[in-house]
């Protein structure tokens, strides 16, 4: 990667210390030097971050330079804050998923540059703040990604050929030690946009995605057994691209979008069945879905959310179905305070979901939300949170980091330019009412590999003021849905020095790999997570 752009930062951080006004003035002047495309770069026509002069994306008037000129957030115990890092992302982050050794896989592929043949991916290493980027031998963009319980990403086809799109039957592996990708078995045909689920016994389910031979839709259901794909029967008709689904504690994957028809697939007998229609008259095209923590006050009893959605113009809707119950319905849930198309939502330590970016219209910058949303699942209710400085669209993704911060990457309504600023979310439950940090709780030590059932402890310097532990599943985010995010809180015991903790009973609850353990105090302020492998 070229070094030139980490020195200018560098030196632009070293000069911000020395004098704010200085900062602001040469950020400016850097900034532009930053994106300017050396020879190699421009031959390559890999895409890149908008730039002065250049036919601007939907994301106008948004410029690079305005960064450091955030307003001030002044309730961040209410609001919570973003914050915008320093570096700069330097390929188009498309996906990205969260491994267990802290880093960020970024793939970008050709990056939504049908002309671009350097095929890029990267890790950021949010410690550092530093990309590494490399080469890939195929297109990787617009695929779909889990992370294997081995705890290596899983990356499901790709691209290729744009306009009409055929999808990529390739598939491969990241290890997360040497930062390299193996490739695997060969799915049944191509899948551009597919969704992959990790089952309960750690085996993937695939569906969706267009073949490479038509830019029609793959109708065969796959099942990665053993390293080996194996037929798990055919789609039901009508079938999204990038149907968003969630493995629920039955066993059995729960679809719920874009289509109305929500459907239900049993990977005991390979069949789908109907579950419920939902109460907005439209497909919820690129809209979001969570499926809400998972805990023992809630006797572990699955209810999913849908959010947003409907092109070109938004809806501001939420609804609400409890898969527990025998005759699910989806009911309206409360409407957020703007409509969003191309939104993300994330799961924190606490149980709420932040929901950001998007936009009332889609690819339009103009209509951007930049005003995040917090919704509690208890208190069935959304309250407003601080600004993003940045529209996020298309392509745009949120993921939970270890540090309980959310990271948001990204923005490619046009082709060939990207949204390149790299921004954090820091909850309010990290600040205390005067807008100081919170003192956090800290795990000091922990069981690194807990069994299904069983219990394992977690050392903490005052246990019996710790209210909650949870486990969540890294997110693996593209298109407006993280097809890994999922929180299952635990049921534990304390005595002077520790905790006594009983890991999920199954892998219907939590499919095995690697999560995030979250202690949360009595005023709800989490730890830093501690990885920890399930078995």
């Known amino acids: 990667m070229n070094t030139h752009p980490s020195r200018c930062i560098r030196c632009l951080s070293w000069l911000r210390i020395r004098s704010n006004y200085a900062s602001v003035c040469l950020l400016i002047i850097f900034t532009g030097a930053l994106i300017q495309p050396s020879a190699q770069t421009t031959q390559r026509r890999r895409a890149r971050p908008a730039q002065p002069g250049q036919e601007k994306p939907f994301i106008e008037p948004v410029e690079m330079h305005k960064a450091p000129l955030r307003a001030l957030e002044t309730q961040p115990a209410q609001r919570g804050r973003w914050d915008t890092l320093p570096e700069l992302m330097p390929i188009n982050p498309v996906h990205v998923a969260l491994m267990y050794n802290s880093k960020v896989l970024v793939i970008s592929g050709s990056g939504n540059d049908p002309n671009n043949k350097d095929f890029q991916a990267g890790v950021w290493d949010p410690v550092t703040g530093t990309v590494r980027t490399f080469p890939i031998r195929w297109d990787m963009f617009c695929n779909g990604m889990v992370i294997l319980p081995n705890g290596r990403p899983l990356v499901l086809g790709g691209t ?132 809400l923590p998972l805990t023992p006050a809630n006797g572990f009893k699955p209810r999913v959310m849908i959010l947003g959605g409907v092109a070109p113009n938004a809806t501001n809707t939420t609804e609400l179905i409890d898969l527990s119950v025998d005759q699910p319905q989806w009911v309206p849930g409360p409407s957020m305070a703007q409509a969003r198309i191309q939104l993300n939502a994330t799961i924190l330590p606490s149980g709420k979901v932040v929901v950001s970016g998007g936009s009332s219209n889609d690819e339009n910058g103009e209509t951007a939300a930049l005003e995040t949303e917090l919704y509690d699942p208890d208190a069935n209710s959304f309250t407003t949170g601080s600004s993003m400085a940045f529209p996020r669209l298309y392509h745009s993704n949120t993921i939970l980091l270890p540090d309980a911060t959310v990271l948001a990457v990204g923005g490619n309504p046009a082709r060939t330019v990207y949204e390149p600023h790299i921004e954090i979310y820091s909850p309010p439950y990290l600040f205390n009412s005067d807008g100081s940090l919170a003192r956090r709780p800290l795990i000091t030590r922990i069981d690194r590999d807990i069994r299904y059932g069983a219990n394992f402890y977690i050392r903490t310097p005052h246990p019996g003021d710790i209210k909650s532990v949870v486990l969540i599943r890294p997110g693996a985010a593209t298109h407006a849905f993280d097809m890994e995010q999922r929180l299952v809180g635990m049921t534990f015991t304390h005595t002077n020095s520790q905790l006594y903790v009983k890991a999920p009973a199954n892998g219907n609850l939590a499919p095995p790999g690697y999560y995030m353990v979250f202690i949360l105090d009595s005023k709800g302020v989490p730890s830093k997570a501690a990885f920890v492998r399930l078995t």
């Open 160 to 291: 290729i050929k744009y306009d009409d799109f055929l999808g990529e039957p390739r598939t491969a592996t990241f290890d997360p030690t040497t930062e390299t990708f193996a490739d695997t078995a060969q799915m049944s045909g191509g899948r551009w946009y597919p969704t992959g689920t990790v089952l309960g016994n750690g085996s993937v389910l695939v569906v969706s995605g267009l073949t490479d031979t038509s830019s029609t839709v793959n109708t065969t259901v796959q099942i990665l057994v053993a390293g080996n794909w194996t037929p798990a029967g055919t789609i039901f008709s009508g079938v999204p691209l990038y149907p968003r689904q969630h493995l629920l504690p039955t066993g059995q994957v729960f679809e719920c979008g874009a289509n109305r028809d929500s459907k239900m697939f049993d990977p005991a007998t390979n069949a789908w069945f109907e579950v419920a229609t939902t109460n907005l008259p439209a497909n919820r095209d690129y809209g979001t879905s969570v499926l």
